[in-house]
């Protein structure tokens, strides 16, 4: 009993915090490991900066961030590796339509299958079907307009899908689409 006293003891915060990322079955909120460790937020959160910046300069993990879910994983590039390890047939490919849609779902989310046909110009029933049994992207809620469309958002397995620690690695845009569908309908009806 004294040994283990001793040993929580000598272990660092960063120790403590990396144990519990490694061991939960799944991604979990700065909350769950704060109130676990008896420790705020700003503590959490400062120490898994420095563990993702340590994972970030070597070894084969790295911290992924999603909605404010923390988990660690492996790097993107282990995934041949990884895959031929656990004797993994190749993943799934998507389709042009199921990557259009998905991109459409990354950089507009949330948003409603309505609008997603707006901008796509076409149905995209088959292919939401599609992205939601790969895992890829998740009902997030209800809309409030007519007929309380739902709500889509992508998912985990969307950031290790394409090997992202966050939404944030998403590359910009080269255009604002918004403001230069508004410059072309200003063009259109001036005319």
Do not use: W
Not at 9 to 31: C, H, M, R
Not at 68 to 81: A, C, D, E, F, H
Not at 89 to 103: D, F, H, N, V
Not at 140 to 165: D, H, N
Request: some cysteine; overall charge negative.
């Amino acid at each position: 009993m004294t040994e283990s006293i001793e040993l929580q003891k000598e272990l660092s915060l960063l120790d403590k915090i990396e144990g519990l990322l490694f061991v939960a079955p799944g991604p979990v909120t700065i909350s769950q490991i704060s109130s676990s460790l008896e420790i705020t937020n700003n503590e959490v959160e400062k120490v898994i900066e420095g563990l993702s910046a340590r994972y970030g300069e070597s070894g084969g993990l790295c911290i992924q961030n999603h909605k404010g879910r923390i988990q660690i994983t492996t790097k993107p590039g282990l995934s041949p590796v990884i895959e031929k390890f656990l004797g993994l047939q190749a993943t799934s490919r998507l389709s042009k339509a199921g990557i259009e849609t998905l991109a459409i779902i990354a950089y507009k989310q949330p948003i409603t299958r309505p609008r997603l046909d707006d901008v796509r110009g076409v149905n995209s029933d088959g292919v939401i079907k599609s992205l939601l049994s790969k895992g890829l992207i998740e009902e997030l809620g209800r809309g409030e307009g007519p007929g309380r469309p739902i709500i889509y958002g992508t998912t985990t397995e969307f950031l290790q899908y394409f090997g992202m620690a966050s939404l944030g690695d998403l590359p910009p845009l080269g255009i604002d689409t918004e403001i230069e569908a508004q410059e072309i309908q200003e063009k259109v009806f001036k005319d």
